[in-house]
């Protein structure tokens, strides 16, 4: 009881929902940022997560004091966190693939819920996090990773493993499944030149590219899974905010949206639409000229 009484004594306060949301933030930022060092292990990315998470609660004026929240807080909250979203997402589509007539988007949100109560004996609390995370292409391919590891029967640690990260935009992955990850000079050199265009969309935008790269060299990984990422991409660029971007930024949106709209309305009428040549010939640019490319199919 000593014992229990000292730990809880040691013990930071409850985190509140916008520490969640920020903590969310911290990680997709630091799993997204492709100007990271190769063989980043799990440690040293939740120092980079603890940093930013504290730069984003201060920015939001959270009052958040570094001492009460510690990396391996941050770690431990984070397990939590992503293991019940993991859940929840699972749940949700299991209502979504019911196909029920009639049933609204909050419909299938209520009956997640009940579901996953009635597995867990919980309720998901963790709804604002599930809504950061959800659509975000590393979230999906870091929850696939969970879920393909505990299919498997495998007794390894599967946060540890997931959490380690393997190349520069932290897929997890083994280096004979993932395409090259961007050079550290060519990543150094885009950043540089992107000092004008929202940090998010970039950031976004490349990171769909690396995931549908990674997804399409991904054995585990089906064509449907594929198509939705890059329908998240497509997504994510087309609800881009350009108000503040320079004319440089704003034009390579605008293009992107443009190529986005051609190819659903080649689609609709049943034409071929070819955004690109089909060749990449600098495995180091995130943006070619003719933009970010998703291709089901691509290898490198």
Not at 125 to 146: D, G
Not at 235 to 251: F, G, H, V, Y
């Given at each position: 009881t000593r014992k229990k009484n000292m730990s809880a004594a040691k013990r930071g306060p409850n985190w509140t929902n916008e520490e969640d949301e920020s903590l969310c933030e911290?990680?997709?930022?630091?799993?997204?940022?492709?100007?990271?060092?190769?063989?980043q292990k799990s440690d040293t990315l939740y120092e980079r997560v603890f940093e930013t998470f504290v730069e984003i609660c201060n920015q939001k004026g959270l009052g958040n004091n570094p001492g009460l929240r510690a990396p391996s807080g941050i770690k431990a909250r984070w397990h939590v966190i992503s293991k019940a979203c993991s859940?929840?997402?699972?749940?949700l589509a299991q209502v979504i693939n019911r196909q029920r007539s009639g049933a609204t988007p909050q419909d299938n949100i209520n009956e997640a819920l009940i579901l996953y109560k009635k597995d867990t004996n919980h309720s998901f609390?963790?709804?604002?996090?599930?809504?950061?995370?959800?659509?975000?292409?590393?979230?999906?391919?870091?929850?696939?990773?969970?879920?393909?590891k505990t299919s498997s029967g495998t007794k390894r640690k599967l946060v540890e493993d997931t959490d380690t990260v393997e190349n520069d935009d932290c897929v997890p992955s083994t280096s004979s499944q993932i395409s090259r990850p961007l050079g550290v000079k060519s990543s150094k050199t885009i950043l540089e030149n992107?000092?004008?265009?929202s940090k998010s969309s970039m950031e976004l935008a490349a990171a769909a590219k690396q995931v549908a790269r990674a997804a399409a060299a991904k054995s585990k990984?089906?064509?449907?899974?594929?198509?939705a990422?890059?329908?998240l991409a497509d997504?994510?660029?087309?609800?881009?905010?350009?108000?503040?971007?320079?004319?440089?930024?704003?034009?390579y949106i605008e293009i992107q949206q443009k190529l986005i709209l051609e190819k659903l309305q080649s689609d609709a009428s049943g034409g071929h639409f070819d955004a690109g040549d089909g060749e990449d010939n600098d495995?180091?640019?995130v943006v070619s000229d003719k933009g970010v490319e998703f291709l089901d199919s691509e290898e490198d």
């Open positions: 911290a990680w997709l930022n630091c799993s997204q940022d492709s100007i990271v060092g190769i063989q859940k929840f997402a699972g749940n609390t963790h709804m604002t996090s599930f809504r950061i995370l959800q659509n975000a292409p590393k979230w999906i391919i870091y929850e696939s990773n969970l879920k393909d992107r000092s004008n265009l990984l089906t064509k449907e899974k594929i198509a990422i890059n329908r997504t994510t660029i087309m609800t881009t905010d350009t108000a503040n971007l320079s004319d440089t930024a704003r034009r495995e180091d640019e």
